[in-house]
T-cell receptor
Framework: AQRVTQPEKLLSVFKGAPVELKCNYSYSGSPELFWYVQYSRQRLQLLLRHISRESIKGFTADLNKGETSFHLKKPFAQEEDSAMYYCALWGAQKLVFGQGTRLTINP | DAGITQSPRHKVTETGTPVTLRCHQTENHRYMYWYRQDPGHGLRLIHYSYGVKDTDKGEVSDGYSVSRSKTEDFLLTLESATSSQTSVYFC???????????FGQGTRLTVV
């Protein structure tokens, strides 16, 4: 079975502070992991994927197979980062999401 | 935006009635998905399709059925709507396994 867990439903930080959104997964095969973001009144959209190893909007995420984690990080939060963030796992022909974390950046 | 359209965008229906939601794509993508989004539960997979007439259940499939008779359309049917099926429903498409998925705008369904 494949499963994604995001332990924090809500996360609030001040502008300029570092951000870390946690994601843990379980999957017996080789995982393909993603972070999706949903801004207010917009569609869900891809933020980044582990295989590309690129930084998008200042966010990075590293796959740690030993800890089965794929945490999302940004060194300096900006107000426009306020959104709903979902970690997702591809495995066995289906894309499964975590419960999501609502990130609020306070001015 | 990817060529993916959900209809209707909003619907209010009564308990016990059947409801069909439509997802239409113009991208010729192989994979199509239906999710429901609920506070505290995130996005949960209802059913998915990996080709015409090839569908499978997700984690919350009870009370739902799907059909995909052609590449571009993926229909989700609530056989007898219940209040617990009040939710926002999202369709997603993907060209291949293990690649980016593109999402529709969502359908807000209220069962009264």
């Amino acid at each position: 079975a494949q499963r994604v867990t995001q332990p924090e439903k809500l996360l609030s930080v001040f502008k300029g502070a570092p951000v870390e959104l946690k994601c843990n997964y379980s999957y017996s095969g080789s995982p393909e992991l993603f972070w999706y973001v949903q801004y207010s009144r917009q569609r869900l959209q891809l933020l980044l994927r582990h295989i590309s190893r690129e930084s998008i909007k200042g966010f990075t995420a590293d796959l740690n197979k030993g800890e089965t984690s794929f945490h999302l990080k940004k060194p300096f939060a900006q107000e426009e980062d306020s959104a709903m963030y979902y970690c997702a796992l591809w495995g066995a022909q289906k894309l499964v999401f975590g419960q999501g974390t609502r990130l609020t950046i306070n001015p | 935006d990817a060529g993916i359209t959900q209809s209707p965008r909003h619907k209010v229906t009564e308990t016990g009635t059947p409801v069909t939601l439509r997802c239409h794509q113009t991208e010729n993508h192989r994979y199509m998905y239906w999710y429901r989004q609920d506070p505290g539960h995130g996005l949960r997979l209802i059913h998915y399709s990996y080709g015409v007439k090839d569908t499978d259940k997700g984690e919350v499939s009870d009370g739902y059925s799907v059909s995909r008779s052609k590449t571009e359309d993926f229909l989700l049917t609530l056989e007898s709507a219940t209040s617990s099926q009040t939710s926002v429903y999202f369709c997603a498409i993907s060209p291949r396994d293990r690649t980016e998925a593109f999402f529709g705008q969502g359908t807000r369904l209220t069962v009264v």
